[in-house]
């Protein structure tokens, strides 16, 4: 009988599950997000209202420095409220997610996934300053249900080992949003259009990488 540590064929493809095991991506829990949001009528004064989207992150457990790795970001499936403050919401549209570029990071590109139920247009993600913006044109109908896409972010590690890379939402306030959309609200026979900017706190860490040398 042949002892498996001595066969190297059963050698081979232990190597391989382990490096397979430190390659693979680690996905976290759903972290609990809830959005703050400012809506700002042109008529009366700004309302409040609130929407949650976990948002379930996930990247390697470690990496090198210099190393090339993909941050995932996927939002839970959100109900578009159907009213707020009384008014009745027909529609949210122009809904844009934004997400910094990792500290200790060096930026490579940003692709999105999935999605349903998000009316006409296409989704985009873009990167500017070391912002990464996700954007839904489409009318989001008041009361349905939708599926915002998963955010794929390719980077490098730039930080030194021992460092720890996380990712996490933008946003601090009603000024500097990481939510924000415009809510069409009926009014007598039409509609008219509300601009809302939203923000988490605390805002939750959804990823974190260890840098090692």
């Known amino acids: ?12 493809a232990l190597g391989l599950v382990t490096a397979l095991s430190v390659s693979l991506p680690i996905v976290a829990a759903p972290a609990p997000v809830t ?8 008529i009366g004064g700004a309302q409040q209202l609130s929407l949650d989207t976990p948002i379930t ?5 470690s990496v090198a ?7 995932t970001a996927e939002p839970a499936p959100l109900t578009i409220p159907a009213s707020a403050n009384g008014n ?18 060096s930026f490579r590109g940003v692709t999105l ?15 500017s300053g070391g912002l990464i913006t996700v954007t839904v044109p489409g009318q989001l ?23 720890t890379i996380v990712s996490t939402l933008a946003g601090t306030s009603y000024t500097d949003p990481g939510l924000s959309f415009t809510a069409n ?6 509609g008219i259009d509300v601009p809302a900017s939203c923000f988490t706190s605390p805002n939750p860490v959804l990823t974190s990488t260890a840098v090692t040398g």
Not at 6 to 12: E, F, I, K, S, V
Not at 57 to 61: H, K, L, N, R, V
Not at 88 to 105: F, S
Request: aromatic share 6%; charged share 10%; hydrophobic share 35%.
């Open 57 to 61: 992150g996930s990247a390697p457990e």
């Open 35 to 42: 959005w703050d949001c400012q809506a700002r009528p042109p």
């Open 1 to 12: 009988m042949i002892h498996p540590f001595r066969n190297p064929l059963a050698a081979g």
């Open 185 to 190: 609200v009926k009014f007598l026979f039409t």
């Open 88 to 105: 009745t919401i027909r529609y949210l549209k122009n809904l844009q997610v934004r997400t910094p570029v990792p500290a200790g990071t």
């Open 141 to 163: 109908t008041g009361g349905s249900t939708v599926q915002l896409p998963t955010i794929h972010l390719a980077v490098t590690a730039t930080a030194a080992a021992g460092s």
């Open 65 to 71: 420095t210099g190393s090339d790795f993909e941050i």
């Open 113 to 127: 996934t999935g999605g349903s139920n998000l009316g006409t247009g296409i989704p985009t993600a873009t990167q």
